[in-house]
């Protein structure tokens, strides 16, 4: 009975975390564009925008919900829900963290952890493509449908060599269970190089994390390779005839997909929650940062730039400085420091992502195809090939 | 909880079958067995195949009925039309269908021995290790062969897609 | 050791599939260099095998693998080499290799060059085959080979109504032969449970002499019918003459050098048979006799030099024989190979005559070319001598053995062997004067051949002058009890009548030429009798084959064939079907529901009965 | 908590079911494409009963097998749709019944 409690628990914390994160994602993202592009980015909406994702929830809630007359109604309907929900489905296998007790409830920090968890996201990324493709059939226009094959074209190329990307780490790890495969990533060469993935010996995969990095951009439908939905050449592509809820629950796919993907990338490759260096001095790395955040946020709060940020500012810096203590009990670190790495992993990547989109234009479409299939997959198939060879000439890998 | 969920699959099966022999749509159809397919990934896992329940999904749902669904959406194939050819099919058929799955049932009931009773998690026989093991091994010769034939057969599909109509 | 004996004839069948493949595309240079290469491969590696072997006393057997194996019959694909072999070896390859090279002169401007050399190179595979063999099943698949490269050869000029004939004749009267070849193959099986030579050897030594006709008599004459259809022997001779519708090289190679002489090489493999049935070696030793004198008279009356000199060669073939039923085997090998230089010789010195004319081959039409062709003239002088048994000469030697032998086995014999010696002399001298002295009768311009025609007939003339020096019989002592040593008295005989046969000769054709004439008109009918063969071919004609047509085209093909197999079985079977498909055919509506369905009927079906009879479990 | 028991025999009664609407499928409609989707379901139905039996026998072989047909559907399916574009790129249909020229 108490795991059916605790696995109810586990799943309401990560929703609501995942949810928040989803809307806020969008909030850093217009951020960062903003200030890649040198512009402050949303700031109106609260204190710097940070209202602003609410209100763009409550905009798409409140947008009139059309359903235009032509479309093949059942499928029309049924596309986002898929998209949305097979999005939402695969962080249940991410493990945030180590296994832990609290009050004596020995569980994971994880919602579920299944043997073959690799293949797990990479079975709904599979079916996943029929969201966008049923999306672009089913509006029954042209660029809709253009949209949709594309993406599903797309989609399908590009789960070759990430697939052959994620492989070779496993047999590196060989496990197939994510938490199994965060374990085999533990401990330090030379007491200070970390283990994970990208620098695990024999071979280590830093080829395999930039290409798993490029098809995730494919995958995700990101710059640059957001073909699918490109404004210039299909209006929205497959979500053309969408509108407000329908059209948000892609918007949130879009943005779980990433999320996920990002989440996969660093179980795999960059050791999940393993902190960079031991763990004594790891510990105290998260109050430091949040301790030197804390700071800054005082300093422009003592020279604001704005009229209100001598009110904001402090304010941040408070709530810093009350996370800098909550990271320094050590009762908690145990919990929380391998949370924090795992968030900074992930939301390197993600940064990464963002900044992609920020810097590069967009390809075109033979390039695309060209691009992965002579290109990435067999650089793919060689990275693999290389490993294997490797870890069969070195069994007990040091 | 197996009873359940193996009633529960075994319906959505069972509805999304009906649904693909009584669709007008292949659209429909094609999707009607993808509901199929998940819903055999889900009896597999009971069966203890963990790993062919994942295959299923990647195989089955990912790749081959996104092919079928592309191509449907390339032919932009619509709803088929009624031909009265093929009578023999047409009466034939019906009777012939439920006299098959009665003699099978029967035979299954009555005619199989000592089947087990299905216990989810009491085997967990089909984990990767195992099935890889065991492809790698036994199973090499016709791992190769099978490898082979699809190469083959990627090749075919180029060369037959290419293929200039005149 | 193993020395991949296989090589030897490996390298003539890489020749003839490239040539015989690319050929047409190869520029001529190439397939020379490929047809000569390959033979002088195979003639290096006997050579080093020899060197491996030697001083070869006993027999050195290398078997690949089996190639029929079913109840007691056991036959490996095995090669072996001992003296015997050896000799033909070095005959075949060398002889060959001379021959290759001048036909490459001979051949220069033919369309079909490549053709004629991957046949040639194909000949000498299968010859080598069939020299090599340790069993007679290898030996009669080499057997065969070369009857096959002698049909293609001999209808080289396939265009020729005359060619295809002969050719054809060659090949059916061969099939005779074989016919009987095989049977002995069988009856040996029945025998001996093995084709092996060694172990057939090892079983016979053990049996005692067969004094009447028994079943070993019967093997002998059975292969030794095989043996007159190879080696052109009465009755089967009739194809030799006609088979210098073929190029004069190959006429050289494969209807003087080495083919015709399989069916001896043949029996003196199989001596251990022959030694055990004295009936078999009596019916040789008279068949060769009679060949020989038959042949030779023949070829007194002949005027195509190439006729003149295949006849010369059946009744040479006849010597041999006699050799062998006289048990002197190693004489008939030794005749074998002196033979093979000064018959080589002769063909080719004719080929080159021939070639001089530009096509002329009847002596009619010669004369003189003396001066035209001294190189030609002298080589074929040597020849000549040779074949006559001029003492020094390398036919003196072998066929003194022969006949010295077979007057220890019966005096008669070496008289007529010895008369026949005479006629030799005379008709090769005949033919040597006429074409190269008196006045010359041709109209075409004579010239002189190259060098590549040139120089292998110095160098087998060389060899006919002196290859009795080659002590074969000595060499062959370890397998054969060595035959006994010519009596001088026999020496002197034999040579005297050839010297006679020459000076006859002489008298006739050069001094006094007229006189021809008359002689030819006072033998009057007998000698149009021997200027059309005796009739033979005709008598064939009426007792063989014209029976044989009728019964095949009246009763076998009109009656048996149009009447009882097309009207009722072909026919009959094939209306029957079509009623048949036509019911069937009612299911083909090319509607795949309907198989289908027909598919999901028939599988109920089998499910049904499974479950009825429990298949299940 | 305790797991109430489900008899093999309901999984291959299923597989059958199952196999048997495949073949329906495959009667009954006249587009070439869900006519290629029907025989893909019966190759599940098969899969189905395959790994069925290798729970039975407790066996991972029954797997191996499921496995090999599916790679052969896979590779079926590719050069099946491709036959089918030329079909269609041909004849401009893709109703079953009009392709019947294989007949006499």
Known sequence: MTFVIVSLIKIALVFAVFMTTLAYLQWVERKVLAHIQSRTGPLRVGPHGLMQPLADVLKLLTKEDLLPPYVNRFFYLLAPFIAVSLALITIAVIPFGPHINVFGISTDMQISDINVGVLFPLAIAAVSVYGIALAGWSSNNKYSLLGGLRSSAQMISYELPLTLAIVAPLLLVNHLSFRAIADGQAGYYLGFIPRWAIFQMPFPQIFGFLIFLISAFAETNRIPFDLPEAENELVAGFHTEYSSMKFASFFMAEYANIVNITCVGTVLFLGAWQPLFPAPYSNWVPPLVFLAAGILCFFHGLNPARKNDQITFPIFGVAFLALAALFAIPPLQFILAPLFWFAAKVGLLILVFIWIRGTLPRFRYDQLMHFAWTFLFPCALVNLLLTALLVALFPGNP | MDTVLFVICAIVAIVCAFNLVLQKHPISSALSLIGVMSSLAVLYLLLGAEFMAMAQMIVYGGAVMVLFIFVIMLLNAGTEKNSNKSWFAQIAGLPLLLAFVAVVAFLIRSAVPGLKNVSFGSWWGGTAQNVGRLLFTTYLLPFEIISILILIAILGAVVLAQKEID | ?617 | MPHPHVPLSWYLILSAILFTLGAAGFLYRKSVITVFMSIELMLNAVNLSFIAFSYQLQKVDGHIYSFFVMVVAAAEAAVGLAIILTIFKNRGTLQIDEIDSLKL
Not at chain 3, 230 to 258: C, E, N, R
Not at chain 3, 300 to 314: E, L, R, W
Request: net charge neutral.
């Open chain 3, 1 to 617: 050791m193993i020395l991949n004996l296989w090589l030897i004839p490996l390298f003539p069948l890489l020749g003839f599939v490239v040539n015989g493949l690319l050929g047409k595309r190869l520029p001529k240079g190439a397939v020379t260099g490929i047809a000569l290469g390959s033979v002088a491969a195979s003639l290096a590696y006997v050579a080093y095998v020899f060197s491996q072997l030697w001083p070869l006393t006993g027999a050195h057997t290398e078997h690949y693998f089996t190639w029929i194996n079913s109840g007691f019959l056991n036959v490996g694909f095995d090669l072996t080499v001992d003296r015997l072999s050896a000799v033909m070896l070095a005959i075949v390859t060398g002889v060959g290799f001379l021959i290759h090279i001048y036909a490459t002169g001979y051949m220069a401007d033919d369309a079909g060059y490549y053709r004629f050399f991957s046949y040639f190179n194909l000949f000498m595979f299968f010859m080598l085959v069939l020299v090599l063999a340790s069993n007679l099943l290898v030996l009669f698949v080499g057997w065969e080979g070369v009857g096959l490269c002698s049909y293609l050869l001999v209808g080289y000029y396939f265009t020729e109504d005359f060619a295809t004939n002969a050719a054809n004749k060659a090949f059916i009267v061969n099939r005779i032969g074989d016919f009987g070849f095989s049977l002995g193959m069988f009856l040996t099986v029945f025998l001996f449970r093995t084709l092996d030579f060694g172990k057939i050897a090892a079983t016979v030594s053990t049996m005692p002499l067969e004094a009447g006709i028994g079943v070993l008599t019967l093997i002998c004459l059975l292969l030794f019918v095989g043996a007159t259809g190879k080696s052109a022997q009465f009755p089967l001779y009739v194809w030799l003459p006609d088979a210098m519708a073929g190029p004069t090289p190959v006429s050289a190679l494969i209807h003087a050098a080495t083919m015709v002489t399989a069916g001896v090489y043949m029996v003196a493999r199989v001596s251990f048979l022959f030694s055990h049935a004295p009936r078999a070696m009596e019916v040789v030793a008279v068949i060769g006799l009679f060949t020989a004198v038959f042949a030779a008279t023949i070829g007194m009356a002949q005027n195509d030099i190439k006729k003149v000199f295949a006849y010369s060669t059946v009744s040479q073939l006849g010597y041999m024989f006699l050799g062998l039923g006289v048990g002197a085997y190693s004489a008939g090998i030794f005749h074998v190979m002196t033979h093979a230089f000064f018959k080589a010789l002769l063909f080719l010195g004719a080929g080159s005559v021939i070639h001089g004319l530009s096509g002329e081959q009847d002596l009619r039409h010669m004369g003189g070319l003396r001066k035209a062709m001294p190189i030609t003239c002298w080589t074929l002088f040597v020849a000549s001598l040779a074949i006559s048994g001029v003492p020094g000469f390398s036919g003196f030697f072998s066929k003194d053995e022969i006949l010295a032998a077979a007057y220890t086995h019966a005096p008669w014999m070496f008289w007529v062997g010895a008369i026949t010696a005479g006629i030799t002399a005379f008709y090769v001298f005949r033919a040597w004067f006429l074409a190269f002295f008196g006045t010359y009768r041709g109209h075409h311009h004579a010239h002189e051949s190259p060098l590549a025609m040139t120089a292998p007939l110095m160098i087998l003339a060389f060899l006919s002058a002196i290859g009795g020096f080659i002590n074969v019989p000595q060499w062959l002592t370890p397998l054969y009890s060595s035959a006994e040593h010519g009596n001088i008295s026999v020496m002197v005989i034999s040579a005297t009548i050839g010297l006679i046969g020459i000076a006859i000769a002489l008298f006739l054709y050069v001094i006094r030429p007229a006189l021809a004439e008359t002689a030819k008109n006072a033998a009057g009918p007998l000698y149009t009798l021997v200027e059309n063969k005796y009739y033979v071919d005709e008598i064939y004609q009426g007792v063989v084959v014209a029976p044989l047509e009728g019964i095949s085209r009246f009763l076998l093909w009109r009656g048996v064939d149009e009447g009882l197999l097309d009207s009722l079985l072909v026919n009959g079977i094939g209306r029957f079907i079509r009623k048949l498909g036509g019911l069937l055919r009612q299911l083909q509506s090319g509607s795949i529901r309907n198989y289908a369905t027909w598919v999901l009927a028939g599988s109920l079906l089998v499910i049904f009965f499974i479950g009825l009879f429990g298949g299940v479990r």
